[in-house]
Nanobody
Framework: QVQLVESGGGTVQAGGSLRLSCTAS????????MGWYRQAPGKQRELVAI???????NYADSVKGRFTISRDNSKNTGYLQMNSLKPEDTAVYYC??????????????????????WGQGTQVTVSS
């Protein structure tokens, strides 16, 4: 089984910074795309940023130039560095990852499967 756990949320004043982390655990062979989404009260969940296994990135227009997505494959961890935060960035932030997992015996993998997983969400509140 695969689990994603986010951390790093909190309350910050406008103009401040936060760094979110998302760590995947389980019998993971590889992580493909990793993304961060957010959902504000009364709004639909929206894509904030995504990073591919080849480190290509894409950002929502509203966060370009302020947020940076990155990943450390050795730690199965993704990050979202958020700078120049605005009150409109207030939301619950969710991590998403496309994971290949299975059973490992030495260097050989058995029963490989692919799944799309979500973290539990972390609250980010930006005060004006």
């Amino acid at each position: 089984q695969v689990q994603l756990v986010e951390s790093g949320g909190g309350t910050v004043q406008a103009g401040g910074s936060l760094r979110l982390s998302c760590t995947a655990s389980g019998s993971i062979r590889s992580i493909n795309d990793m993304g961060w989404y957010r959902q504000a009260p009364g709004k639909q969940r929206e894509l904030v940023a995504i990073i591919t296994s080849g480190d290509n990135t894409n950002y929502a227009d509203s966060v370009k130039g302020r947020f940076t997505i990155s990943r450390d494959n050795s730690k199965n961890t993704g990050y979202l560095q958020m700078n120049s935060l605005k009150p409109e960035d207030t939301a619950v932030y969710y991590c998403n990852a496309e994971v290949t997992y299975g059973t490992r015996s030495g260097s050989i993998w058995f029963g490989l499967k692919h799944g799309d997983y979500w973290g539990q969400g972390t609250q980010v509140t930006v005060s004006s």
